[in-house]
């Protein structure tokens, strides 16, 4: 037993003594020791592995990911999701999923850069960095040469090059509320942050082109509309795509000459 702890104190010493031969002290005062040493809890979900490293790290390498699959390969669950479909062909896991946190730390992450980093590393040549300027410019190329339609036209400021350069729609035409009415590029007016668009101002409640954007429900295109909705508004001649006519522009509930009427 003393013989391996003097082996071990052995080592140590000797990988100390070489990183002070390869880095200054300045170099030596930004490495977080102790961090290596105890890097932190780990979550509830992985507290097990606490005392067994090598199930997630790989010595010089780190944590890969075939690891991970060794464990995640029967959540099926996760590909079977259009949002988290990609996982099936994704070849790193520890840019959205950080452990050591915590034993009560969300340990997913959505990073949109952090995939476009992982889809870039993918590429027969992954030791060329991403540059924006180069893949901005490559794309132009691209449109000019087909003849093609600059898409997205616009982009919300808040969305970077990289995740611009994302197909939102493989992941969430699910939760698109538009239909495609207003194309599949979701960057051109949703950040990646949230969904909601706290600066939107809607067009005037004086507009007549309502059905640009809404389409009205099912019930509309019944009975259901003549008999009912439409005379709760007051409007027995109103239209179906003529929204202006029952409907105010504070919430889809606020009939005109009924206030705030829900009945379905």
Known sequence: MIKWII???????????????????????????????????LSKAHAFL?????????PVEGVERDKCVACHANDTHIVARQPTAFHADITECAS???????????????????????GFN????????????????AFLENVLANKQTADPLFVHPDVSDKEALLNCSQCHSNDDR???????DCVQCHSTDKWSL???????????DCNQCHEAPPSHYMQHFKMISA???GEPKAKVEACYA???????????????????
């Open 7 to 41: 082996v071990i104190l052995g080592l140590v010493a000797a990988g100390f003594g070489v990183s002070h031969f390869f880095h200054t002290p300045e170099d030596l005062a930004k490495i977080p020791w102790e961090q290596m040493v105890e890097p932190g809890s």
């Open 50 to 58: 606490a005392d067994d490293c090598l199930s997630c790290h790989t």
């Open 96 to 118: 959205c999923h950080t452990e050591h946190q915590g034993e009560d730390a969300k340990i997913s992450l959505m990073n949109h850069i952090a995939l476009v980093d992982i």
């Open 122 to 137: 993918m590429l027969p040549n992954p030791n060329v960095p991403f540059d924006e300027g180069a893949a901005t410019m």
């Open 178 to 184: 538009h239909f495609t009415l207003f194309g599949e």
């Open 198 to 208: 706290p600066t939107f101002i809607h067009p005037s409640s004086q507009s007549r």
């Open 231 to 233: 005379k709760v508004a």
């Open 246 to 264: 029952c409907h105010q522009s504070t919430s889809w509930n606020d009939i005109k000459r009924a206030g705030w009427y829900k009945h379905h």
